[in-house]
Nanobody
Framework: QVQLVESGGGLVQPGGSLSVSCAAS????????FGWYRQVPGKQRELVAT???????TYADFVKGRASISRDDAKNTMSLQMNNLMPEDSAVYYC?????????????WGQGTQVIVSS
């Protein structure tokens, strides 16, 4: 079984910065795409950023220029640095990974970490 555990959420003031991290553990051969999604109550979960194994990064328009995603394949970890945070960035942030396991490739989600941007 594979687990994704997020960390680093919390309360930050508007204009501030925050980093959230995701650690994957379990019976992992390798991780393909890593990504961050976010969700607020009453809305669908939306993509924030992804990074694939060669290191290609994609960002949602609402975080372009304010976020940086990175990964460490030796540690099976991924991080998202967000700057100039706005109240509308408040959400539960979820880690997502495409993981090669014994049975093939599977998708996994973390439990989420809350980010609140408020003064």
């Amino acid at each position: 079984q594979v687990q994704l555990v997020e960390s680093g959420g919390g309360l930050v003031q508007p204009g501030g910065s925050l980093s959230v991290s995701c650690a994957a553990s379990g019976n992992i051969f390798s991780i393909g795409a890593f990504g961050w999604y976010r969700q607020v109550p009453g809305k669908q979960r939306e993509l924030v950023a992804t990074i694939n194994r060669p290191g290609t990064k994609t960002y949602a328009d609402f975080v372009k220029g304010r976020a940086s995603i990175s990964r460490d394949d030796a540690k099976n970890t991924m991080s998202l640095q967000m700057n100039n945070l706005m109240p509308e960035d408040s959400a539960v942030y979820y880690c997502h990974a495409e993981v090669w396991v014994t049975e093939g490739i599977r998708e996994y989600w973390g439990q989420g970490t809350q980010v609140i941007v408020s003064s």
